[in-house]
């Protein structure tokens, strides 16, 4: 299937349309402005809408936004009716035994149902490059399976098999990045001297994009990657040199399992234990492209793993960070406060700032810019998580300035923001029970007044016994939050206040001496 081309008619063609579902994760949700880039009509399908309410092209007059279980037959077929093709784009990057890939191939098999009953005329599905045969890892015989099932029904699969993917705040980079700057030097598992053909994100979209529009793409599977060919202990070479750093020091080893490794990721980088060890397993089997057909069919720059580091790098550094890996965390609804004892604590203060500048300086919480009271405290607490298999702080935020709903910030997920007025966090840290975290900010005329309050809905007795053990140490930390973010606001405050007061270059000019 290729796109119609438009010719001169008078009346204006509606422009092509296709589904797209995981435009909540890393590689959907920069697919997306690359098909609307080329006039192509997007019908994203996503468990929680909400968390695309804040994308710079949630607005746009040729995107759709439908909420549907991939799981349910009947409303994905009613979804694609009206797309000319599917993107699949849905990967269980959580390591569970079988369980993964149980739920994987039911899902593709329920999507490939839907295309063919929905009339699709083809489905293009990003998969993982790797050897052939039966000594696949966990993670690439999913892949595998998945593509068989999205095939059963008769639709023609596109597949593109990419190796490692190079791109800001994608979960390889992050790991990669993380150990090269933590660690001068390292004992690794013997699998960092595998051949890998790894590929910048900028160079899959294109290839997601374009094969579109090129017939003999048409049930095939394509394998793409970049120019070069390179072990992980090149890339980690590369990568040092990229950021300025010594000469790391390698030592490969044999004892260092896929599980022991994926522990080692987990404490010393932002990517959990439960999606490093996909990553690792995956990283273990050789992952070179066989031939070099996606370029043939579909021709473009391909970027050196220095330029896509690089390029990267420069991402984050000025804060353009499109998607990052934490964007595909699952990000339930308010939880059920009913039926249960809710505990709360709450606190508040006047802020000698409008609500405006107050608000601001709300949305800065996390990642580099702390907490701003009792960061030692929050330091502790997230080591602690990382310790028994949580998140920990690590992971950040994606952006400096700006949150949206299903953002990331360290161990919280952000399920509320009302602009303005306040932000709602759920706690992703290891808790015996459920944890939010709000901060609200009324307008008080000039001056305005924040409220942080904690909610905690304990599960059992060990819920109850965490609430009143941490109770203390609520006074230092969210009074010294409040007196922070009061600081904060208040200083910037008075800056816009002297600068308004400041005369003009302009007006300094023109007074009479």
Known sequence: MTFPVAHATNAIPAPPRVLVTGATGYVGGRLVPALLARGVAVRCV??????????????????????????????????????????????????????????????????????????????????????????????????????????????????????????????SFEILRYLVEHLPAMVTPRWVRTQSQPIAIRNVLHYLVTCLDVPATIGRTIDIGGPEVVSYHELMRVMASARGLPRRWILPVPVLTPRLSS?????VTPVPHTIARPLAEGLRNRTVCRDATAQKLMPQPLLTMREAIDAALGKEQDAVVETA??????????????????????????????????????????????????????????????????PGLRRGRRDPKRVMVGDALDFWRVVEVRPGRSLELRAEMKLPGTALLQLDVDDLGGQS????????????????????????????????????????????????????????????DRAPV
């Open 46 to 171: 996503v468990r929680e809408p909400r968390k695309l309410e804040t994308r710079p092209w949630r607005q746009h007059p040729a995107v759709e936004v439908a909420r549907a279980d991939l799981r349910d037959v009947e409303q994905l077929t009613t979804q694609m009716r009206g797309c000319q093709a599917a993107y699949y784009l849905v990967h269980s990057m959580i390591a569970q035994g079988d369980a993964y890939r149980s739920h994987d191939r039911q899902l593709a098999a329920a999507f490939a149902q839907a295309a063919a009953a929905a009339g699709v005329a083809r489905i293009v599905y990003l998969g993982g490059l790797g050897e052939l045969g039966d000594n696949l890892s966990e993670h690439l015989a999913s892949r595998r399976e998945v593509e068989t099932e999205l095939a059963a029904t008769g639709v023609p699969v596109t597949t593109l098999r990419a190796a490692m993917i190079i791109g800001s705040a994608s979960a």
């Open 263 to 267: 522990w080692w990721i987990h404490l």
């Open 449 to 508: 007044r924040l409220t942080v309050a904690a909610k905690f809905k304990p599960r059992g007795l060990l819920g109850i016994a965490y609430w009143y053990s941490v109770l203390p140490l609520h006074g230092l930390v969210f009074r010294g939050m409040l007196r922070g973010l009061q600081r904060a606001a208040e200083a910037v405050a008075r800056q816009r206040a002297a600068a308004a007061d400041s005369p003009s270059p302009a007006a300094t």
């Open 325 to 390: 890996w934490t964007d595909a965390g699952a990000m339930p609804g308010d939880p059920d406060w009913a039926g249960g004892t809710v505990y709360l604590d709450t606190r508040s203060t006047l802020v000698q700032a409008p609500a405006a500048v107050t608000y601001a300086t709300v949305l800065g919480i996390g990642g580099a810019n702390g907490w701003y009271g009792g960061n030692w405290l929050w330091r502790v607490r997230g080591w602690l998580d990382k310790l028994v298999g949580g």
